[in-house]
């Protein structure tokens, strides 16, 4: 693919197999406790590759 | 769905259900935006206008690019649909279970800042200090609740924790006195003013809570403008050099220097520059939690202004990481390859089912932004939870279920916000806070600016 770069990045719907193990962060408490996004939150399951 | 964006010289498509990330050309840019919902001829006659006078665009090569996306299409990575609607059912029905807490230890202050959303300390309330024994108890309560979680939060809070120290102190080793045998891990952090760290707090602070959440608003004038003392003095010059100290020896553990901005400096990427350049490496910047009629609440008029300081913040973290001079803005950290799974993206906050805030007294309430609001007071850490109806109005609440959430090519990477903000918008936690939203997609978009930049 000449004009299409495709960063990795985790296949969300392959995470309905693998995830929901509920071990990561559950609110914003810890970090900037006023709103809580996930995108910045690292998996607890999936090593770093 | 699929969000189409440009950053400077970048073009960015965001395949919204499969997460996937692609940056492309000028030429599939424009092609894939419109691959939807115009007809294949008519994007091939369009293309041709705009592009025809340059080497690498013809019919040919158009007909690639149609190829490149239709592969893509079949591996799920473009045009993915959405797949994950009964997930968003099921998880609202999921029995919670406890993970976190938020111990109030102590409900009073060494600061007076007049914008804090705990008024001081107290919550409105009563100012007070938990003792150990209440402390004890509610982490009792969190293990005896915690069903399968391993990983357990406990994080200081006030007012300010440290003017209940020693009860911190105590409680942390309580906590460990007990947590391998229960089978868990607890993981403790402390957010604090500043004023009162000292050797004892640095070393103890560093040996063993997880993260720590110091609060500096930026530059002098501004930090001054709000964090100042019980007789109005500023906090800069007592606080820096005690924050400095603590970030020096805390090696490769976690912080963050966390400001809050306000109507008043709506400059605030100064602010995030001027902590970068104090030293600090890990900085959290906040819009201020304000009712609209205060005079530090954000304005429409500052949107805009906001917006483009993101931007202008990205291209300063670009600039500075290929400098080696590079520091972290926590909503510009992205994990793209081992970041959360769709249940998490789908659920977000756990306030109120997995996540409590707890009183000095031992009262339990959603989360520390709810903290002293009667009507959200859930019940308490010796009878458990009361108001049952509450906790499963917190659990029905995602980004499936918030009807401004559907269209929002942001909802995997936000989960639907939070809950607080959008009571204080709209006076309930299932609606969205929109002021809060735009920021946020900007944000994102700029995070993966970013992020795409330091991979080039
Ligand atoms: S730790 Fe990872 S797999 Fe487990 S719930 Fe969180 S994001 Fe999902
Ligand atoms: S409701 Fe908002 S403030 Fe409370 S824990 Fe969730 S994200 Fe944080």
């Given at each position: 693919m000449t004009r299409i770069v495709t960063v990795n990045t ?40 | 769905?699929i969000?189409c964006?440009k950053?400077?010289?970048k073009n960015i498509v965001l395949d919204?259900?499969s997460?996937s990330i692609h940056m492309v050309d000028d030429v599939a840019f424009d092609i894939i935006s419109m691959y ?11 293309i ?8 690498d665009v013809?019919?040919?090569e158009i007909e690639e690019c149609f190829g490149d996306i239709e592969e893509l299409k079949e591996q799920g990575k473009l045009f993915a ?371 795409l930049?330091?991979l080039e």
């Open positions: 985790r296949d969300l719907s392959k995470s309905v197999k693998e995830g929901g193990c509920g071990e990561c962060q559950t609110s914003c408490q810890s970090a900037c406790k006023t709103s809580c996004g996930v995108a910045n939150q690292a998996c607890e399951k999936v090593e770093k590759k | 769905m969000h964006f950053f400077d010289d919204v259900y997460g939807e919902d115009t007809p294949r001829d008519e994007i091939k006659t369009l041709l206008e705009k592009y025809g006078d340059r080497d013809n019919e040919d649909p959405d797949k994950y609607e009964k997930i968003a059912i099921d998880l609202t029905k999921k029995n919670y279970t406890l993970k976190a807490l938020c111990l109030h230890v102590a409900h009073t202050c060494n600061l007076n800042c007049s914008y804090c959303f705990a008024a001081q300390g107290n919550f409105h309330g009563e100012r007070g200090l938990m003792s150990f024994e209440t402390g004890k108890r509610a982490i009792d309560f969190l293990i005896e609740n915690s069903g399968y979680h391993k990983n357990l939060d406990i994080d200081f809070f006030g007012g300010e924790p440290l003017m209940n120290w020693e009860v911190v102190k105590q409680l942390v080793k309580y906590g460990r006195s007990i947590e391998k045998e229960a089978g868990k891990n607890i993981r403790f952090t402390l957010t604090t003013n500043g004023i009162g760290i000292t050797d004892d707090v640095i070393d103890f602070c560093n040996e063993e809570m997880h993260n720590v959440v110091l609060s500096l608003d930026g530059r002098k004038e501004t930090n001054d403008r709000f964090r100042v003392d019980l007789k109005g003095n500023g906090s800069y010059d007592t606080i820096v050099p005690k924050f400095q100290k603590f970030v020096s020896r805390r090696g490769n553990k976690s912080y963050y220097m966390r400001g809050t901005f306000t109507h008043f400096n709506t400059d605030f990427v100064e602010d995030i520059l001027h902590m970068a350049d104090l030293g600090f490496k890990e900085l959290s910047m906040e819009p201020v939690v304000a009712s609209p009629d205060s005079p530090s609440a954000l304005t429409q008029e500052d949107l805009p202004v906001i917006l483009a300081g993101y931007e202008r913040l990205a291209r300063e973290m670009m600039k500075r990481n290929k400098e080696g001079n590079g520091f972290t803005f926590y909503h510009y950290m992205l994990d793209l390859d081992c970041g959360p799974c769709i249940y998490k993206r789908i659920s977000g906050c756990g306030a109120g089912t997995e996540y409590l805030a707890v009183t000095p007294w031992g009262d339990l309430y959603p989360c520390h932004q709810f903290v002293g609001d009667d009507k959200f007071k859930m019940g308490n850490i010796y009878d458990g939870i009361k108001n049952t109806d509450l906790r499963n109005e917190f659990a029905q609440v995602n980004c499936y279920s918030r009807e401004g959430c559907k269209e929002c090519w942001a909802k995997l990477f936000c989960s639907g916000g939070c809950a607080a903000n959008s009571y204080h918008a709209q006076g309930s936690i299932s609606g969205i806070y929109e002021y809060g939203c735009e920021l946020f997609r900007r944000r994102i978009e700029c995070a993966l600016a970013v992020k930049d330091n």
